[in-house]
């Protein structure tokens, strides 16, 4: 069997991550693991996807990203070197919910989900020999609270969490493209096309593009198409963006460290 080149997508279930799940086996030169909590859709996930893209090398692997037991396991039952990780899983409950280690869940999902990952994942990314992280973030970011990341003080509010949680995404992208520059890891944040989903629906918003046309700027990045070397950027439709997040030195630094904290 030819040597292959593995990626992993989170939140493969979703309609954005099965696009690009999709995408990265539609050239059947890889091998693409779906991250997710719920076997059946990935079961049907997966069918789908090899059916569409005639790619067998399509599996997928159980994970609840809000908790870090969940990846730490996902991570020593991994085997082989990892060339491609896609961070996009996401929730956006209306109502304030924890996760089962107490924290509150987009918090738990969309940020130390994505931080976890990436750094239970770094031993086989670097073992790769160049790899690429693009962590899904999005336009519609900002209002970070580093007092009050968990909406203990402040009324929940899903919007704003989840506006909290994708600036969070981008400042991360910028500290691990930072630690991993000199490693041949390459870390990118981008925003996906607008797509109708349970995500964007829970947040009062529609979509106007496919689920395909959503996934085209990730997959674009997950590829290496913004050239190999290109890290610690953030992407709308394949272009790069000035990131105002991604300049504020402090903050980088306390959201990392407030992510260590969590373990």
Request: hydrophobic share 35%; proline share 3%; net charge neutral.
């Amino acid at each position: 069997m030819p040597y292959r080149t593995c990626a992993i997508v989170t939140g493969a279930t979703g309609a954005i991550g099965e696009a690009i799940a999709k995408g990265l086996a539609a050239d059947g030169e890889r091998e693409v693991v779906l991250v997710v909590r719920n076997q059946d859709k990935a079961e049907r996930a997966v069918q789908r996807i090899r059916r569409e893209t005639g790619n067998s090398h399509v599996r997928f692997e159980l994970a609840d990203l809000s908790r870090g037991d969940a990846i730490r396991d996902l991570a020593e039952r991994w085997n082989g070197p990892l060339h491609i990780l896609v961070n996009n899983a996401a929730i956006t409950p209306r109502r304030r919910e924890e996760s089962p280690e107490g924290v509150e869940l987009q918090f738990a999902t969309n940020v130390l989900g994505y931080f976890r990952m990436i750094r239970a994942f770094t031993p086989y990314l670097l073992a790769s020999g160049g790899a690429q992280v693009v962590n899904v973030a999005s336009y519609w970011a900002g209002g970070l609270d580093l007092d009050d990341l968990e909406f203990r003080q402040r009324r929940y509010n899903n919007d704003t969490a989840y506006r909290q949680s994708k600036q969070a995404d981008r400042i991360l992208s910028t500290a691990f493209a930072e630690r991993l520059a000199d490693q041949q890891v390459c870390v990118n944040a981008c925003h996906p096309g607008d797509v109708n989903s349970t995500l964007s629906n829970n947040l009062g918003f529609g979509g106007h593009q496919s689920p395909e046309e959503g996934a085209d700027t990730p997959v674009w990045l997950a590829i290496g198409s913004a050239r190999t070397e290109t890290t610690g950027r953030y992407f709308e439709k394949r272009k790069a963006v000035p990131c105002g997040f991604s300049k504020d030195r402090n903050t980088i630094k306390r959201l990392f460290e407030t992510c260590e904290a969590y373990g």
